[in-house]
């Protein structure tokens, strides 16, 4: 069936590094891919999402390709901010369905 | 921007009172969904709808039941609640009804709940 993968963390930087999620996925078809951030105690948000093949997905300085030939969508981001420090979920959908398939979770810690 | 609103953020009830976790969106979305959230297990689907009155049972559905009379609106029943049941309940909905996915999904904050 679906499934997403994303690494395990918890991921800590110093504010400024270069950041990379990596997510790869298993589907039928051509899934939607997406990264949702979760800050604490709050819901998840729609950070960014791609709904094609070489599709590159961006918002608030992060990116992400989706990538067909190895079934990835890692989630980078440049220069990474204190405020960045939250929860990344990788997540899939089919257009012919209405269920989501999300990764575990990456935790993101950024020290000034 | 869409608004999935949850009607509590935190809620403590007592083993086997029964719970109602309430949930409403604002822009029209056709389908609607319930998780909870546990750490180290992700988020987990117990239930959605694609349709007033329509309802399929998510991956852990056991324990819950749901109730969607209005389009806007989608509740969750915890019958008969137990200290397992404590955890972060989240509700999101989407647009394109049943079998028409792709959209993403829009969050509301969640409810916190403690069974004691």
């Known amino acids: 069936g679906d499934s997403v993968t994303q690494m395990e963390g918890p991921v800590t930087l110093s504010e400024e590094a270069f950041l990379t999620i990596n997510c790869t996925y298993t589907?039928?078809?051509?899934?939607?891919l997406f990264w949702y951030v979760q800050y604490p105690g709050e819901g998840l948000q729609l950070l960014l999402k791609?709904?094609?093949?070489?599709d590159k997905g961006s918002n608030k300085g992060f990116e992400a390709t989706y990538r067909k030939e190895t079934t990835s969508f890692h989630l980078e981001k440049g220069s990474v901010q204190v405020s960045d420090s939250a929860v990344y979920f990788c997540a899939l959908t089919r257009v012919t369905g209405n269920q989501f398939y999300f990764g575990t979770g990456t935790s993101l810690t950024v020290i000034p | 921007d869409v608004k999935v609103t949850q009607s509590s953020r935190y809620l403590v009830k007592r083993t086997g009172e029964k719970v109602f976790l309430e949930c409403v969106q604002d822009m029209d979305h056709e389908n609607m969904f319930w998780y909870r959230q546990d750490p180290g297990l992700g988020l987990r689907l117990i239930y959605f709808s694609y349709d007033v009155k329509m309802k399929e049972k998510g991956d852990i559905p056991e324990g819950y039941s749901v109730s969607r009379e209005k389009k806007e609106r989608f509740s969750l029943i915890l019958e008969s609640a137990s200290t397992n049941q404590t955890s972060m309940y989240l509700c999101?909905?989407?647009?394109?009804?049943f079998g028409q996915g792709g959209s993403p999904l829009h969050f509301g904050n969640g409810t916190r709940l403690t069974v004691t």
């Open positions: 589907a039928t078809g051509y899934p939607s």
């Open positions: 791609a709904t094609k093949a070489d």
């Open positions: 999101a909905s989407s647009s394109g009804g």
